[in-house]
């Protein structure tokens, strides 16, 4: 690729904005106290000892700050951080070449490490555990292993799908397991108010309490919907204020629950076709044209957690809450 053609990015494009918006400290980062805390105690006394960190690894829905706090935990440990997804490692060769270019003390992110390949995970292991690398050179009889004496590094890996994960691969995140929970409307509120002051939009009214309140309790979300209103107000010459945000936001389909049009639909087909469930997520799947993985990493646990859908052993079920919602009438679930 030529100079000419290098895809550099501008710094007014969104792309830039959300690397603008990450927090880079601690005390920017609103919410996951726990995780905060574990982690802060795990990396400091890394560094006293003179060590470099155990291996961490990030689960939960997505947007909920897995990439950041990766990106956190290299800038106030002062560490490189190379980043990489379990899709991008397509050969044995990939991991090598990644792993022997460290330097010691580096943070190596490996995103939707769930997507691994079987054959790179048993590769990983050697290189997590005892900070080798066991190649095999040839085939056949003449095949030979050789050892690679790799640089200390930190493996910080996430995933939305920790039930994929292998228990060895799991076992090997020495330094701990950290869930991301959803955050609080209140946590979400602040995000949004640090994010209006970064990105010099005025939010007028109640604005930042109509786009939290939409926000899916997930900052990735909220600065999206915060950039739209920015946008719509723009665009209309007004405020942004409760109506510009109300109005900008019900154009993005996103109702005051935050469900957007993919989730009405699935709680539509569960209720209109299976009676409200219980109902298996295959059928469901089927039903809605949507992948499995998709239904339950990324459009149920919102539902669970707004108390609008139930995982029973038996399927998928519609609450009332749902039904009420949705302007369904609701009737108690088959025994
Ligand atoms: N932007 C995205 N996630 C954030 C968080 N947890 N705190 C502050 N800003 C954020």
């Known amino acids: 690729m030529s100079s000419n053609d290098t895809p550099i990015k501008k710094n007014t494009d969104d792309g830039f904005l959300d690397v603008t918006l990450r927090p880079s400290t601690w005390d920017d980062y609103i919410g996951q106290g726990h995780i905060k805390e574990n982690l802060r105690i795990l990396l400091d006394a890394a560094k006293e000892r003179g060590h470099t960190a155990e291996h961490i690894l990030f689960y939960g829905p ?31 060769g990939d ?25 790179i995970e048993e590769v990983l292991y050697p290189a997590m555990e005892g900070g080798t690398l066991d190649i095999i050179i040839g085939k056949g009889p003449s095949a030979r292993t050789i050892q690679l004496e790799l640089p200390p590094f930190t493996l910080i890996a996430a995933t939305t799908r920790i039930s994929l994960l292998s228990s060895p691969l799991r076992s090997r995140f020495s330094g701990g397991t950290f869930r991301l929970e959803y955050y609080t409307p209140e946590e979400i509120e602040r995000i949004i108010a640090r994010s209006a002051k970064i990105l010099d939009v005025t939010l007028d009214g109640e604005a930042h309490k109509e786009i939290a309140m939409r926000s899916r309790r997930t900052p990735r979300t909220a600065n999206y919907f915060l950039k739209r209103v920015r946008d719509y107000a723009q665009v209309h010459k007004t405020e942004a204020g409760t109506d510009a945000a109300k109005k900008a936001l019900a154009l993005l389909g996103v109702d005051e629950f935050g469900l957007t049009q993919t989730d009405r639909l699935l709680l539509e087909a569960l209720i209109e076709k299976f009676g409200g469930g219980p109902v298996g997520v295959k059928t469901l799947a089927a039903a809605t044209s949507e992948e499995e993985g998709t239904i339950e990493d990324v459009i149920e646990p919102y539902l669970i957690q707004i108390g609008f859908l139930e995982r029973t052993p038996r399927g998928r079920v519609a609450t009332q809450r749902a039904h009420d919602h949705l302007g369904f009438e609701w009737k108690e679930p088959k025994e």
């Open 62 to 92: 997505p947007g909920l700050g897995k990439t950041t706090l990766a990106h956190l935990i290299a800038k106030e440990t002062g560490r490189n951080i190379k980043v990489t997804s379990g899709p991008a490692i397509e050969r044995v």
């Open 95 to 119: 991991l090598a070449s990644i792993l022997t270019n460290l330097t010691p003390g580096d943070i190596l992110f490996v995103d939707e490490i769930h997507r691994l390949n079987k054959m």
